[in-house]
């Protein structure tokens, strides 16, 4: 293993002290001078037209300065997917009819928080209810109610913008169906044919809540040249510059998006949402910045939450475990608007592919809209559900064919050098070694199947580490300062996962320079380069290694100027610790600050400037097709092996989750303490998942938007944590590295599912795992 | 003016505040305002209320700066006295409680989080008026009194008639609770609160369960047992039918169970019904035998 | 209507015109500047607007602003001291004990309320003390950890 100084050591955040103190400034921290409050009107209806809005004695309130509703903001539909195929379909504002309870039918902006509650107050909207559906088997029915009709593009979409040469199509909603997928590899009919056992098993996920501690929140000041500055809590500075700047027909460079603290994100920034949208046609309209914060309620029920999803998946293998076909067929429901879905589809199928060795699979999928709150990614997107479903089945296959699971598992996982079905071939893959150690470190043999209410299970999971989504890669800036210190300019959003401390250490090791030595400007969309952004998995592997290969060019440069001036050849030239010497003889050596200064009298005011950019996939333009599943899609993948252990009271059925240990392959840790933190992070989610967490709807109202309803793990409802260390090197990652930041919540989820059943002997089909489940399925066991 | 279907904005609704020093200044204003009034102790429960736009008081009334209503006093004839405004945690650390009446201050440890029981207090607890509240079990089987004050002079009300429906109690508009009186338990006597909540650790409670057991002097029988219940009802009960049948009786395994199976079918839960029931069972008898083994 | 009221935060007095419907953390966040206590959810459940008054921690989104005088207030920007990290701070920072930090301030006034009373707790003292402070980042492990090891440290000084 190569050693070195920055990287793979376990640096304490840069970014600590500020937050440690309360200085760190999150978006609703800020106040911009002459500012106001805004705050959305909500519909409490899950279906209904909108009859007629009277915004007059709202308008006439003092204190407020203005009130719009969907005439206002217009016909331009905005949407996380916005193709030919499947054009967006949300509006800021609604136009004509609502379609959940909580969809932003008007906004108010006035001096404070209260006078602006009391003008939503003053708004009448008349509604018109209309039949509301909320299953999503009941809406794919003939004579379900409609949730949308056909939908009819206003503009170029988002593909066309980005460079796909396509145009823009209308979309005739069917039975409710908003998105399918289809894929398939190798004869799925023949697969099962040649099995000698075959499982069919049906899973139900439920809507759950990203939940960070941040509420969402948008601050937007237009001034007055038609530049529009934003502070957001976001997950990428691309999408919210091209989504703003669209729906309010100004050009993306007129959008500034600035760098703010980020109170947690899990996927739950990423959409576009309306209330940034209104945030800046309030302050168009009013000539003065405009804040929005959004309660936690909102936040609950508007701001987006996880995919439900019923997954029926049909597993084919010979009687000695090897898997020869599988079939899964997912009813997505996104709610009310089209939110990720063709998209978690899609991954729920990328995200299976490479961890077993399935030569014959049909993965479908239909989207189907109903009259609930809108469905985004969350940490996995997609992948939890999938392996809570597959990874449930393969126990439940294991048992009946008296196999243990493990080695069942060990039978069919890939292995590194692998080429999965669409091109894409894992240069390294830590999930054989990764079962080995686990089995090893919590003495699985001596556990597994002793029953006695106590269980050990185990998951597996796998995640991209990028793919291609706008805008398309990310790049970096190296400035060289007189001083010989470097100034590190890249668009990656640091919301607690570490990415600012990483991609500093990325800098550091890569120039030969100490932490202390790198100056970082991060995410702010006038100041750094393009950036793939947070919500990909790209963090290390595309926006890392775009900052190494600006490092790297910027060193370069240092080094050519050193070869100058000491009159060497670059190759008798080495780097360390902020100075170029001769390997031969070290006493000829030069500071950065004694080069740059050089360069900049000698080469015509050059002061050094590197730059550096990473594509998810080079090769690949643009996207694999989302409904296929055909073309190449990440070139590198994290994987997960997690194991639970869990101990389930016979008396009150609740589960206590003892111990989870987690075997991830994110390549070279990059920093340690960063790795730890999103694994511990994932065990600790996945817990939540697994056993509290659960969006309950009535009649389209969310009944339990608040902490007091909607349970999150507390300091006392969290296991014993155990990280088994990776040693696999991704050659394409920087340093070796790849994702880590949201593989394991899906390995987790399915290990305690797993663990649960092999502690009571029964199986349950639905997240989360209650104690009323456990009692019913126990019950219905001896039937 | 109720604002209820905006209630996701968690805005507070404007009121007026009044701080009054004395009970009778306290007693003045509630004479005065009646139903336009609310008083604020801990606020933990009633600003929460005014955020969801459940309540829109026009009159705030602040007891906290009345002095005479936070203490905790204890003498073996007069039994344990509490001023309303006595904080949760101070119930909960109290050495007193802790070494006499263990289960109020079990009770007391139980609601919330460290934060909430820094502000909240013993009388909201109780003037809250749910049927959930943690400390109304134990204050139940204590067979405590409430002491209400107004201008009309002070009633003292058993504890066990001032709950009438959810969050509606015998206090009337004008009326302001002062203290909370619980007589000195009766020799070999002792008592435990139990519960289990509803999803993660620390959670509203999903049964709550309090026992106070007496034996007799030879040590063999239960001359006295009282069971109060809470979330599993309208409003917090005692168990009587499953008590009677173990009062005066030699403690057994197979009479415990069928207590504690009378006791689950005392209860009237409006949801998660059948496991609410069955926790009640589980609890009652999990609590007699910790009461139990606790006086022998 | 607005009144004139007077509050101590941080060793320092300050005097604000406020609505009584306002909360105290309202009022330190947009009234004193002091943005470091966090309105997580508003309704005391998730413990990030967490102060200490009087040296106890309480939910600062339900106090109103004029039930808070004549208290001592500490918020988080009172803790380090003449820029000198509480060694909580630096625990925390240390210990990875924070990742987002919009939990951590109401944490660490939990944490410096705990070992101000008792300074050496148990483990299990130290997960009561911060029972009531959600973080959705950190998993919490590090964050005992790292109150533990102030205890330790403090131990050993003695």
Redesign the interface.
Known sequence: MKKYSVVGKPVVRVDGRVKVTGQAEYSGDITLPNMLHGKILRSPHPHAKIIKINTAKAEALPGVKAVITGKDTGPVRFGFVDTPRYPADEYPLAIDKVRYVGEEVAAVAAVDEITAAEALDLIEVEYEPIPAVFDPEEALKDGAPKVHEEIIPTTTCAWEDWGVAKQARPYKVVNNICATTSMSYGDIEKGFAESDYVREDRFVVPATSHAAMEPHVALASFDSSGKLDVWLSHMSLALKQYWLAKTLGIPVSKVRVHKAFIGGAFGGKINLFPYEFLAAFLSRKTGRPVRIVLSREEVFTSCRLSHRMIVNVKTGVKSDGTIMAQHVKLINDPGAYRGSSPVVMFLAHAFCNPIYNIPNWLHEGVGVYTNKAICMPRRGHGSPQTRFAAESQLDMIAEDLGLEPAELRLKNVRKPGDVLPNGDRLDSCGLGIGVWKAMELTRWKEKRGKGNNQGIGMGLAAMFSGAAYYPFGSGAVVKLNPDGIATLFTGQPEFGQGSDTAMSQIAAEELGLTLDHIVLVSADSELCPIDIGGFLSAGIFVSGEAVRRAAADAKQQLLANAAEILEARIDDLDVNNGHIYVKANPEKALSFSEIVRNSIQKHDADSIIGKGFCKPVPEIEFYPSLSKGTGRFTDAYGFSVAVAEVEVDPETARVKVLEVTIADDCGFGINPLNVHGQLLSQAVMGTGDALFEEIVTEDGQIINPSFADYKIPGVFDIPKFRHIPTESIEPKGPFGGKEVGECARAAVIAAIANAVSDAIGVRIYSLPITPEKIFEALENKGK | ?S?S?????????????L?PKTIDEACSLLDKYGGAARV?A???DL??SM??REISPQY?I?I?AIPELDYIHYSHEDGLKIGALATL?SVASSSIVKDKFGLLATACKKV?????R??GTIGGNICNGGPSQDTVPSLLVLEAKLKLVSLQGERVVPVDSFFISPFQTALNQAELLTEIQIPTPPPRSNGCYQW?T???????TLVGVAVLMTSDSAGGLCKDIRIGLCSVAPVPIRARQAEELLRGKKIEADLIEQVAQVAADETRPRS?A??RR??TS?LVKRAINEAWQSIR | MKQLITLSVNGESYQVAVEPSITLLDVLRDGLGLIGAKKGCDLGNCGSCTVLLGGKPVLSCLLLAVEAQDKDILTIEGLAENGQLHPLQQAFIDYSALQCGFCTPGMLLSAKALLDENPQPTEEEVKEAISGNLCRCTGYIEIVEAILKVAQSNRGAE
Not at chain 2, 112 to 116: D, F, K, R, S
Request: charged residues 20%; proline residues 4%.
């Open positions: 003016m604002t279907n905006l209630g996701y904005l968690l805005t507070l609704p404007r009121f007026n505040y701080a604020i801990g606020g933990t600003l929460v955020k969801k705030i602040n906290k945690q919330g989080t460290p934060q909430v820094n502000m289990l509803k999803i993660t650790a620390v959670d509203e998660r059948n496991y069955r926790m589980l």
